[in-house]
């Protein structure tokens, strides 16, 4: 029996996916529910297991973009599975003498075109924004004229080489990043988007790390306590005293939210993630940072789904684990307001008219400026900026072990 392999739905808004990589090759014998291809949405990627076991064959591509319910593959269930026993190599072939070559007459060479170099108007319009100039182009549509799919291959020249390596390679990007590349151009594009900046003095926070992060760790099964709880939590509490950061616009209209779906930016294996933490406002310090190791390691692991990754309505992105300073972070759309985490830094203060060495962090606050005005804006940052500084009183109700459930 023959069995059609089809792309199946990652989620009722996705119409179509790319196949990232075949995990097997053509003619291959496969398992059932074995792992066959890694495919692309933009949402997520995602392993099609095989649906029988036999002999497969491919019916698409590596970097292909297919539609969710066509064909694939083909499975030949009646295929046998390979014994393992290495099939007799053929004997060599003997190999005929070479015969040379009769001498042909030069053909005479072909009258220049005058269509030859010239661009679409389409080709021309890209050459232009690439900044190339049509006369460095070899133009392979009728009589010389230069495609639109020329210019769209054309790479800028890098001037006159002086030695060394300079190779180069033109890879296709995945469906996932060319929808995060797309979703941050309209980020930008489509909002008003203003950052705000504060600073925050990380000594509260490290000193009931440093007191508790032992016996958090052995209570709640080696999971470790983490920066993000603080800042989860000193964002939620932020989001209530000004909801407007919790709002999204929806045309001429404000969506407010009662709850906190906190998007969390995680890097995995193929790119930039935002898993979602749902109802983080209803979660203690131990709930939040299991629910971000479980999702992290989803997403490390490639086994994230759509759902992971659907809604939220506020996000944190941590750009100081890669060591940056400072930042301005791009608006998850729909959302309007992401707050950007930093490295911590010992720097020199002034405390009560002294000075003396703390560890530091910038943050900034992204948002969009048509639904959330500047006193909201840099009042959520500032009560952010409070609770971090006295997580004790303001994210712990004045009582560190009740609240870390030790």
Request: aromatic content about 4%; charged content about 25%; hydrophobic content about 40%.
């Amino acid at each position: 029996m023959i069995l059609e392999m089809k792309v199946p739905s990652p989620g009722e808004s996705i119409k179509e996916v790319e196949i990232a990589t075949w995990l097997v090759k053509d003619g291959d014998y496969v398992e059932k529910d074995q792992a066959i291809a890694e495919v692309d949405s933009d949402k997520a990627t995602l392993e099609l297991p095989a649906e029988m076991s036999g002999i497969i064959t491919l019916k698409a591509e590596e970097g292909d973009t297919v539609a969710v319910g066509a064909v694939v593959c083909l499975i030949d269930t009646d295929g046998a599975k390979p014994s393992g026993s290495a099939p007799a190599a053929e004997a060599p072939k003997a190999t005929p003498a070479p015969v040379a070559p009769a001498p042909v007459a030069a053909a005479p060479a072909p009258a220049a075109s005058y269509a030859a170099g010239t661009p679409s108007p389409a080709a021309k319009k890209i050459l232009e924004e690439k900044n190339i100039a049509p006369a460095t182009i070899s133009g392979t549509g009728k009589g010389g004229r230069i495609t639109k799919d020329d210019a769209v291959n054309a790479v800028p020249s890098m001037g006159t080489p002086t030695g060394g390596n300079r190779g180069s390679e033109r890879t296709k990007l995945s469906m996932l990043r060319r929808k995060v590349a797309e979703r941050l151009v309209a980020a930008k594009n489509e909002t008003a988007m203003l950052t705000t900046f504060n600073e925050v003095n990380m000594t509260p926070i490290n000193q009931i790390r440093n007191e508790y992060k032992d016996a958090f760790k052995a209570k709640h099964g080696g999971l470790g306590l983490g920066y993000m709880s603080f800042f989860t939590k000193a964002v939620t509490r932020a989001l209530e005293l000004y909801p407007d950061v919790n709002s999204m616009m929806d045309g001429d209209y404000k969506i407010a939210y009662d709850f906190a779906d906190i998007s969390i930016a995680v890097s995995g294996p193929k790119g930039l993630m935002v898993p979602v933490v749902r109802n983080a406002e209803n979660l203690t310090f131990r709930g939040v940072e299991a629910e971000i190791k479980r999702l992290a390691l989803r997403a490390r692991d490639g086994q994230i789904t759509v759902d992971d990754m659907t809604g939220g309505t506020f996000t944190i992105t941590n750009g100081g684990v890669f060591g940056s300073m400072l930042s301005t972070p791009i608006i998850n759309p729909p959302q309007s307001g992401i707050l950007g985490m930093h490295n911590i830094i010992e720097r020199p203060i002034a405390v009560n008219g002294k000075v003396e060495i703390h560890p530091m962090m910038y943050v900034a606050l992204s948002y969009d400026h048509r639904i959330i005005d500047g006193r909201e804006s840099v009042g959520f940052l500032v009560a952010v900026k409070e609770a971090l500084e006295n997580p004790l009183e303001l994210l712990m109700g004045g009582n560190a072990k009740k609240a870390l459930e030790l």
